[in-house]
C-alpha cells in the first residue's frame, strides 16, 4: 500500500494523491494548527495559567 499517488500512476490503493487539493487542504490544516496553538499560549498568558 503506498502513502501518496502520483498524478499519473494507475494505483488504486494509496492514501493521499498529490495534486492541487491535497496540497491546498494540508496547508490549511498547518495554518489552523499554528493558529490555535498560538490562541492556547495567548490564552493561557492573558489568564495567567503559566
Do not use: C, H, N, P
Not at 493521499?16 to 496547508?27: A, C, N, P
Amino acid at each position: 500500500m503506498s502513502l501518496i499517488k502520483d498524478e499519473d500512476e494507475k494505483r488504486r490503493d494509496y492514501i493521499l494523491q498529490k495534486d492541487k487539493t491535497t496540497k491546498r487542504t494540508g496547508g490549511f490544516v498547518a495554518v489552523m494548527l499554528i493558529i490555535l496553538t498560538s490562541a492556547v499560549i495567548i490564552s493561557g498568558l492573558v489568564f495567567k495559567w503559566f
